[in-house]
């Protein structure tokens, strides 16, 4: 398997600023997503230069009404002592980590075939399911960040480089995800189960749908650390590559 880092990982937005010390993600199409808008440090930060960075950011933000910092911390590193203690200082600070997994998906276990169970491409004439569902899930975070991602939902539907999923249950939308095309690498994004759908084996039909299209590419995807889902990963022949901490503060 080909080296795969957190930088395979697909990030909208662009680079405003990169220096020795960090990369400045920004994408104004979507102010409100916090995990496109942030600061990834090339190496530990002091905690001087975090805090230099922290006020860097927070400054940027707010000239855009944005109410969060979010940063990212070099791959496989742990948090210095010093910076946890800073951290703990302020307790609207939250300290998180993501799993990084890798796949062949000829090593993807096989899945039984469901006729309740229907995945398909979105195209033309699923595009309405498609953003029904995914504006149902995107509300829970806000009409606003909803409406915000019905644009780039479009967006995605219209880059060669994503394709997306939706999978149904007895004729009824009951899960999607997304996949990042890239030359050696393709990239679960976005997998989810409606809840009145979950244990169905859905998941799992998602998935084999994204190796069975991909079978030519890595499959990868990024997992939060504290969430069960990264488990059934690991069960599910996926090799576990990385870890990386990250912060994240909102701001009232």
């Given at each position: 398997m080909e080296k795969i880092t957190f930088n395979n990982i697909h990030k909208p937005g662009h680079t405003v600023l990169e220096n020795e010390l960090f990369i400045h993600n920004h994408n104004p199409d979507m102010l409100l997503q916090y995990d496109s808008n942030f600061i990834a440090f090339k190496r530990m930060p002091s905690v001087q230069e975090f805090e230099e960075?922290?006020?860097?950011?927070?400054?940027?933000?707010?000239?855009?009404?944005?109410?969060?910092?979010?940063?990212?911390?070099?791959?496989?590193?742990?948090?210095?002592?010093?910076?946890?203690?800073?951290?703990?200082?302020?307790?609207?600070f939250t300290v998180g980590y993501l799993e990084l997994f890798a796949i062949h998906p000829a090593d993807f276990p096989e899945v039984q075939e469901k006729e309740e169970i229907t995945v398909e491409n979105v195209t033309d004439e699923t595009w309405n399911d498609y953003l029904e569902f995914q504006h149902e899930q995107d509300s829970v975070y806000g009409i606003n960040y909803a409406e915000k991602?019905?644009?780039?939902?479009?967006?995605?539907?219209?880059?060669?480089?994503?394709?997306?999923?939706?999978a149904y249950y007895k004729g009824k939308a009951a899960g999607s995800v997304d996949v990042i095309i890239k030359e050696y690498t393709a990239e679960i994004d976005g997998l989810m189960v409606h809840e009145d759908f979950q244990k169905k084996g859905i998941g799992r039909r998602l998935q084999k749908s994204v190796m069975d299209q991909f079978k030519d590419k890595t499959i990868i995807l990024v997992a939060d650390g504290e969430d069960t889902p990264k488990e059934i990963y690991r069960r599910q022949n996926y090799q576990y590559i990385g870890k990386q901490y990250n912060l994240l503060k909102i701001y009232e």
């Open positions: 960075a922290h006020q860097y950011l927070r400054t940027f933000h707010q000239k855009y009404g944005q109410k969060h910092v979010r940063f990212y911390f070099p791959d496989d590193e742990e948090l210095t002592g010093e910076l946890l203690a800073s951290f703990e200082k302020d307790d609207d991602k019905k644009d780039q939902h479009l967006r995605n539907f219209n880059d060669e480089r994503i394709k997306q999923f939706i």
